[in-house]
């Protein structure tokens, strides 16, 4: 999983069918734990393109998809935003949703 700018995280949004960014602060231990699962994830889906990104970062993307708080997987479909994941459950739940 590469860091992604704001620009980068568009471009791919626009270009593929299904893509992921997942949205973090280095000091939330939620984060980590959260990270942990998505590597997993990437590792099991390699085709779909997932980017990640420090909040403090892109603040436009967090006022233009009204992001609530860290972890955030943003799933965008057709280039359209599709859903806004909080709630890392488990690895499956997050392959569940990237199907």
Known sequence: MNEWTYSEWKEV???EELAAFYLYTPL???CAVASKILNV???LKPTVPVGKANLNYVEE???EYQIESVPCLLIKRNG???EKVYAFQS???I???LS
Do not use: I, M, P
């Open 13 to 15: 949004a626009d270009r």
């Open 95 to 97: 392959l569940q949703k």
């Open 28 to 30: 939330c231990g939620t």
């Open 91 to 93: 690895v499956q739940n």
């Open 80 to 82: 359209h935003a599709d």
């Open 41 to 43: 994830v990437t590792e």
């Open 61 to 63: 993307l967090a006022t």
